[in-house]
C-alpha cells in the first residue's frame, strides 16, 4: 500500500509519515515548502509542487492507493485578515487535489479537518452532530471542503473520513520531530519560549471568557496520537467502513491559565504572561467527544497534558541544542 501525504514536510504530516512508514506503508510526500521544511522529509520520496498544479498533482498520485491531506493554511487570525489566502488554497486547492484524485481512481481519501467547523457551541464536549457554524474563514474553508468530499464520495464512490481534530500539540518523543513555526502561532511552544527566554512574555488574548479562570478552553491532543488516528482511519476504509467525520481529542479541556501553569512544573521556570484584547475568531470552549473515533476506528489518545509539555520542551531544547552547535561551526 502506498499513500501520498500533502503537507507532509509540515508539522502533523511529518508525523503522520512516519507512522505510516513503522506501519509498513510506502510513503510519497507532496509538498510545496511553503511552510514545511525539507529536513522534515528526508529518508522519503518527494515530490515538491504546489496544490494547484494540476500536472504535478496527477502525476503524484499514480499508484497511490490513498490520499492523506494536510495541505492547507491553518491560522485562525491570518484567515480573518486575509480569507482570499485561504479559500484559494484550502477550497480551490484542495478541490484541484480531489478531481485529480478522481481522475486517477484513488479509492480512499483522510482529510485533516478541524474542530474550527464548529465554531462556538452551546454544549460541551462536542459530538459529530453539533451544528457547524464556522466563526472564521479557516473553519469555513475546512467545512467547505468536507462537504465536497461527502458530494464526490456520493458521485464518484471515493471514500473517506474527515478527522476533526483538536489542538495539535507535542513532539516526538524520538526528539526529531516537533512544531516549528515562525511566526509560533500556537500556545505551547509559545509558552515554552518564554520559559526558555526566547521570548520575553507571553500574551493571552482575552481573560474575560466564560470559563472558570476567564481564558480559553481548549482539548490539546499530542500530535504522535493524531498520526496514530490516522492510520487508524485509513484502515477502516481499507476494510470497508462507511466515510463520516470524526472528532479526534482527549475529552479533557484546558485553560491557558492551566498550560501555563503545567509548563512552569515541566520547566521549573516561570512564565512572563500579560492579558491583551480577545482577538477575532477564537471561541471560549472546544473540548471534544472523541467516543466515536474510540468506538469506530479503536482509536483513543493515550497522552496526557504534562506528556505533551514535556516532548515539547525535549524539542525545544534540542532546536536550541542544534542552533548552538550551529553558530560554533
Known amino acids: 500500500m502506498r499513500v501520498l501525504i500533502t503537507g507532509g514536510a509540515g508539522y502533523v504530516g511529518s508525523h503522520t509519515a512516519r507512522e505510516f512508514s513503522k506501519r509498513g506503508y510506502g510513503v510519497r510526500l507532496y509538498d510545496n515548502f511553503s511552510t514545511g521544511h525539507p529536513f522534515f522529509a528526508q529518508g522519503f520520496e518527494t515530490i515538491v509542487a504546489d496544490i494547484n498544479d494540476r500536472l504535478q498533482l496527477l502525476s503524484a498520485l499514480r499508484n497511490v492507493d490513498a490520499v492523506i491531506h494536510f495541505a492547507a493554511h491553518a491560522y485562525i487570525a491570518e484567515s480573518v485578515k486575509c480569507p482570499?489566502?485561504?479559500?484559494?488554497?484550502?477550497?480551490?486547492?484542495?478541490?484541484?487535489?480531489?478531481n485529480a484524485a478522481v481522475d486517477v481512481g484513488v479509492p480512499h481519501f483522510v482529510f485533516s479537518s478541524t474542530c474550527a467547523v464548529y465554531g462556538c457551541v452551546e454544549e460541551v464536549p462536542i459530538k459529530e452532530e453539533t451544528p457547524k457554524n464556522p466563526i472564521n474563514p479557516y473553519g469555513a474553508s475546512k467545512l467547505a471542503f468536507e462537504h465536497m468530499l461527502a458530494a464526490y464520495s456520493r458521485a464518484y464512490g471515493i471514500g473517506f473520513t474527515s478527522l476533526r481534530y483538536f489542538n495539535a500539540a507535542g513532539a516526538d518523543e524520538s526528539g526529531d520531530l516537533g512544531e516549528?513555526?515562525?511566526?509560533?502561532?500556537?500556545?505551547?511552544?509559545?509558552?515554552?519560549?518564554?520559559?526558555?527566554?526566547?521570548?520575553?512574555?507571553?500574551?493571552?488574548?482575552?481573560?474575560?471568557?466564560?470559563?472558570?479562570?476567564?481564558?480559553?478552553?481548549?482539548?490539546?491532543?499530542?500530535?504522535?496520537?493524531?498520526?496514530a488516528a490516522h492510520v487508524s482511519a485509513l484502515e477502516h476504509l481499507q476494510r470497508g467502513g462507511e466515510s463520516l467525520a470524526l472528532n479526534l481529542g482527549t475529552g479533557i479541556g484546558h485553560s491557558i491559565l492551566e498550560v501555563i501553569s503545567a509548563a512552569e512544573r515541566?520547566?521549573?521556570?516561570?512564565?512572563?504572561?500579560?492579558?491583551?484584547?480577545?482577538?477575532?475568531?477564537?471561541?471560549?470552549?472546544?473540548?471534544?467527544?472523541?467516543?466515536?473515533?474510540?468506538?469506530?476506528?479503536?482509536?483513543?489518545?493515550?497522552?496526557?497534558?504534562?506528556?505533551?509539555?514535556?516532548?515539547?520542551?525535549?524539542?525545544?531544547?534540542?532546536?536550541?541544542q542544534l542552533a548552538e552547535l550551529s553558530a560554533h561551526q
Open 84 to 98: 482570499r489566502k485561504y479559500f484559494e488554497n484550502n477550497v480551490i486547492g484542495g478541490l484541484k487535489l480531489l
Open 266 to 320: 515541566v520547566t521549573g521556570r516561570a512564565v512572563r504572561r500579560r492579558v491583551q484584547p480577545r482577538r477575532p475568531g477564537d471561541p471560549p470552549v472546544l473540548v471534544a467527544d472523541p467516543a466515536n473515533a474510540e468506538r469506530i476506528l479503536g482509536w483513543r489518545a493515550t497522552r496526557s497534558l504534562p506528556d505533551i509539555v514535556k516532548s515539547a520542551w525535549q524539542w525545544m531544547q534540542r532546536c536550541q
Open 180 to 227: 516549528l513555526h515562525d511566526p509560533e502561532p500556537h500556545l505551547i511552544p509559545s509558552v515554552l519560549k518564554v520559559a526558555a527566554g526566547l521570548t520575553d512574555i507571553l500574551d493571552i488574548y482575552g481573560d474575560d471568557y466564560p470559563t472558570p479562570d476567564g481564558t480559553c478552553v481548549r482539548d490539546y491532543i499530542h500530535v504522535s496520537d493524531l498520526a
